[in-house]
């Protein structure tokens, strides 16, 4: 039966190759540590779950609620951005609350997108920032993800070989998958050149709060005029370990605002209410659940960092993110992220997200997530250096098993 025109523009779904491979080592009884999803194991801070606890109680908090967020709730979100940021928000016509940062991109991409729009995105970089476009009739042009002195002539290139002109640039940094941070000089120019050439941006900073060395990312809408031509998505799914509860946010232009806002009200009626009541609860809070979990992350990275590197592998520290992006090791490059990635599965019980998942441009990598504990790091790279000291001894007998199936 022939697929739906959408549906065709979708290419396969490199994940859930890996996903196939994991559920069925597990069920052959196989200890699998999954460390491809970035699926946050902590758990959300009590003070949260306490203040849902109450207000579910109420039973007038069980009706619709709304599209856009409840007062409160976007207040508390334009409060956190005045003080993180010192960047000024409208609570009314500013911020608008999403189901995640991700259901957010995607309904910006309908509210704004024409058929054969061309959109400018990183390559790698996290699915949803290309395929909302995709799905919403854009065309995607890829640019470098690294925020250098090259992006800028990239930028310049994109306008200039681009029929029609760009409509909108998607940034994120701190970068999923390859965790790169942006500086505010950064920002200032890609916010002088998209004001140059009527552009839109699209900023993701989802991780904003998952920082190591002591430099908190910035916002582009830290930048002067940026609101002009910027919107900003951010969630709650990371900085609070709640990524269950689906709660993220937009703010920034408000014509974008706007029109994001309008698509919403036909699609959902917003969050249920005492999330969003637990959401501004933790949005108003002094900041100390925030830095526990930062803490928590940076003990992660430098164990995994260091242990892996005992085991051979060795690993770029991240500045930033609950990810760190890890080439793969040379003897393996020739094989792809994905085929490497169902080694590491087979013969040593790990499980990685492979780097084409998020863009070709990402296939002689891996993105590694820190969602499980130190002692089970250390055990994952145990389990790699076996590996790894097995595929030198016999190399052509180390090759995916699902190659013979």
């Known amino acids: 039966m022939e697929e739906f025109h959408k549906v065709r ?7 859930e190759q890996v996903n196939r491979l994991k559920a069925s080592a597990r069920s052959r009884g196989a200890d699998i540590i999954d460390l491809g ?18 207000i579910v109680r109420d039973p007038r908090t069980h009706r619709y609620s709304s599209s856009r967020g409840i007062p409160g709730l976007r207040r508390a979100q334009a409060s956190y951005y005045n003080r993180r940021f010192g960047v000024k928000l409208n609570p009314d016509t500013q911020v608008v609350a999403t189901l995640g940062s991700k259901e957010g991109f995607a309904n910006m991409a309908q509210a704004i997108t024409a058929p054969g729009d061309v959109i400018l995105c990183p390559n790698p970089t996290y699915p949803i920032h290309a395929f909302g476009f995709i799905m919403s009739g854009g065309v995607i042009r890829s640019l ?27 940034l994120n940094y701190p970068s999923n998958p390859t965790a790169l941070v942006a500086s505010l000089d950064f920002y200032k120019d890609v916010v002088a050149f998209a004001k140059k050439n009527d552009i839109i941006i699209l900023s993701d900073l989802a991780y904003s709060e998952i920082y190591f060395d002591g430099n908190p990312p910035p916002s582009v809408l830290q930048v002067p005029g940026a609101i002009d031509v910027c919107v900003e998505f951010t969630s709650m799914s990371k900085t609070f370990s709640m990524p269950g509860w689906r709660m993220g946010f937009a703010v920034g232009n408000e014509r974008l605002i706007s029109a994001l806002t309008r698509v919403k009200s036909y699609l959902d009626y917003g969050a249920f209410t005492p999330i969003q009541v637990a959401a501004a609860h933790a949005l108003n809070g002094d900041g100390a659940d925030i830095a526990e979990v930062r803490d928590i992350y940076h003990k992660r990275r430098d164990v995994m960092v260091d242990a892996f590197g005992r085991a051979g592998w060795t690993i770029p520290a991240p500045a930033a993110s609950m990810f760190a992006w890890a080439p793969i090791p040379e003897p393996f490059r020739h094989l792809g992220s994905l085929e490497f990635s169902k080694l590491l599965i087979e013969h040593a019980d790990v499980a990685v997200a492979p780097g084409v998942g998020f863009g070709e441009h990402g296939d002689d990598h891996v993105r590694i ?3 499980e504990n130190e002692h089970r790091i250390r055990q994952a790279a145990r389990n790699i250096k076996r590996f790894l000291a097995t595929s030198a001894k016999q190399p052509n007998n180390v090759v995916p098993l699902s190659a013979h199936r």
């Open 144 to 170: 470098q993800v690294e925020p250098d002195d090259g992006f800028i002539p990239a930028l310049e290139r994109g306008v200039k070989h681009s029929i029609p002109k760009p409509l909108a640039l998607i």
């Open 37 to 54: 999803m970035g699926n946050p194991d902590l758990p959300t801070p009590k003070a949260i779950v306490d203040k849902l606890c109450e």
């Open 9 to 15: 523009r979708l290419p396969p779904y490199v994940f």
């Open 369 to 371: 997530a820190l969602v």
